[in-house]
């Protein structure tokens, strides 16, 4: 069974992606998992990003993005230092998101209908070597683009699965 944490769009998550998803739990022997996160907003991403940074540090968080993820911190650290409030802050970086592409900053930006980006709670995988197998596999197959772990810094299971293209 897959689950939905009270922040991820359920809406956005196509029937592709739950097939993919089911496959891999069937693959681990694991019988659910919760989805933390989905696709987002500019404005969610800036919000999801300054709380990140407010708890796990500049540094942390710098080391999760590439460049224009890195231009969205330094847009923090830059409002932050000028004396600018949360919601100033957060308004620098959903700006500074937009100007720079939304979907260059973080894939869970991205067009959900070209590739849904799903995290999935740590919490939620009783098996978690099983699980990354499964995902492995998955990747090999072509069914999973991009897997990141807790192991790479990333707070959840952040799995890319692109969409079959209509034509």
Do not use: W
């Not at 932050?80 to 700006?95: D, F, L, P, V």
């Amino acid at each position: 069974m897959i689950s939905f944490g009270p922040r991820a769009n359920q809406a956005v998550v196509s029937v592709h992606t739950v097939g993919v998803l089911i496959e891999i739990l069937r693959t681990a022997g694991l019988s659910s998992c919760q989805i933390t996160s989905t696709s987002r907003t500019p404005a969610d991403q800036a919000r999801i990003m300054f709380s990140n940074i407010s708890k796990h540090g500049v540094a942390s968080q710098k080391a999760l993005y590439a460049a224009p993820g890195r231009a969205v911190i330094d847009e923090f650290v830059r409002a932050k230092n000028a004396g600018r409030n949360r919601a100033e802050i957060i308004a620098a970086m959903e700006a500074k998101i937009r100007a720079l592409g939304p979907e260059k900053v973080s894939r869970h930006c991205s067009d959900p209908a070209k590739l849904n980006v799903v995290d999935i709670s740590p919490s939620s995988i009783a098996n978690k070597k099983a699980f990354q197998n499964a995902v492995n596999a998955a990747i090999e197959e072509g069914t999973v683009s991009k897997f990141l772990t807790p192991a790479n810094q990333d707070p959840a299971f952040h799995l890319e699965i692109p969409q079959p293209q209509q034509t």
